[in-house]
């Protein structure tokens, strides 16, 4: 479903991204585990085409189509939604209706009817209570005033209302409590835990792995997969650092 | 000053911006006078989407305990320029609420002496600009506090968002004080859409521009908030600012 090859990307003329490959099938979960600097954010952010972030080589196809070439917003109509590490704060603008206007965009640019407002509140309101959410968060501005462990799990309502077919989650684990984290897990699991569905979760730490298993376990350092295995391996990075399982 | 029959030049601190061909056309501009009387209040609406150039000076008194509502939505023609002088006695009252959306290469210019004469009167102005293409937006504001006028309350907030960095924006707040006990407050602001802000949400779905219009309605809705007609408003601006993008 999600196929990179030789990828290799930089940001203001210097490599970061040094010829990464990786497949991920429908129904799979993968995580990217690495240290600081490895390119694990750059990976996410070049998935999700944010500017700034040049691809000067390989190629990456999503569903068969060439993720490159579309823009950000043809990505997340095309199914591709990105798990910000920080959330941005936009002031003044209700998440409601941002988040209204950007399913509605997506359901437009594949050719689907629009939500109406009623069934908009409902299916957000469902997605809320999946995330133990204040629906009156929703009403505020756009993770504005919201916590670390807040602006983690809006996102995770934003992806169970964008339902997307494939997830980059780019440190969703991190500001989070141990309840939030279990909240978060069982989350994405409902969410994305289905057949034709994929998910790309890149993190630090062993401990959001323990909710959501995934299928295989990559280590990305210096730019490229260095190492890859089944769950054992986050487990493996967890005892032995990276620098030892990485050699 | 701008009932002069002679027009003005550019030396003049109030006319330094403004677009003097087009000023000359509509020269002299006509005084508008709007008295509020005591304890009362009023308010007004300034909407410009047509393209004739217009020029208007209102000309403002507010009596004792007096309120008046000023929105302002300038934003059709290709020079608009809105001369409000207020003159506030104790206690009044005074509310301006503005927003210019200029885009090809409109002129727009808002131009405001307000003086408080006597103690414990407020003015508040809020003024938004958004500025695309070669479009040149002005606020100059003036606050005068005259002696005596203790317990003045005085506010000015004035942003502008630059779409192209081939617009311009001028700004220029200022204050002249001669009582005590004066909370004057002014903030002013010139800058470009967050880059940030606006990836974050075209990553969910939305196109380049239906994303800097959902961040500029935000921007704007400041300068409306609390109008007697503040969705009429918006939904104007909002129609306007899908025309610019």
Known sequence: MLQIDNLTAEIGGKPILKGLSLTVNAGEVHAIMGPNGAGKSTLGYVLGGRPGYEVTGGSVSFDGQDLLQLEPHERAAAGLFLGFQYPVEIPGVSFVQFLREAANAQRKGRGEEPLSGGEFLKLAKEKAALLKLDMDMLKRPVNVGFSGGEKKRAEMVQMGILDPKFAVLDETDSGLDIDALRIVGEGINAIMRQPGKGVLLITHYQRLLDYVKPDYVHVLAAGRIVKTGGPELALQLEEEGYEAVAA | ?245
Request: with cysteine; charged share 25%.
């Open chain 2, 1 to 245: 000053m701008n009932d002069a029959t002679a027009l003005p030049t550019r030396r003049d601190e109030a006319f330094r911006y403004t677009d003097l061909d087009a000023l000359s056309g509509l020269w002299p501009v006509a005084r508008e006078e709007v008295a509020v009387p005591a304890g009362s209040s009023d308010a007004m609406q300034v909407v410009e989407l047509g393209e004739a150039n217009i020029a208007r000076h209102l000309v403002v008194t507010l009596e004792k305990g007096a309120r008046f509502d000023l929105r302002i939505l300038s934003a059709g023609p290709s020079f608009g320029r809105i001369a409000v002088d207020v003159r506030l006695d104790e206690g009044a009252r005074f509310t301006l609420g503005a927003a210019q959306l200029g885009s090809g290469s409109q002129t727009l210019e808002i131009v405001t002496e307000v003086s408080h004469e006597a103690p414990d009167a407020v003015s508040e102005q809020v003024v938004r600009s958004v500025l695309a293409g070669q479009a040149v937006g002005t606020y100059l504001g003036r606050i005068a506090v005259a002696r005596g006028a203790d317990g003045t309350d005085a506010e000015q907030s004035v942003r502008a968002m630059l779409l192209d960095r081939t617009a311009t924006a001028n700004a220029r707040p200022e204050l002249e004080i001669y009582a005590d006990d004066v909370k004057a407050a002014h903030g002013c602001a010139v800058g470009e859409l967050d880059a940030q802000g606006l990836f974050y949400l075209q990553s969910r779905g939305l196109t380049p521009p239906e994303a800097k219009r959902l961040m500029l309605q935000a921007f704007i809705a400041e300068a409306f908030a609390g109008a007697p007609d503040e969705e009429a408003l918006s939904d104007a601006a909002l129609q306007r600012l899908g025309e610019m993008l």
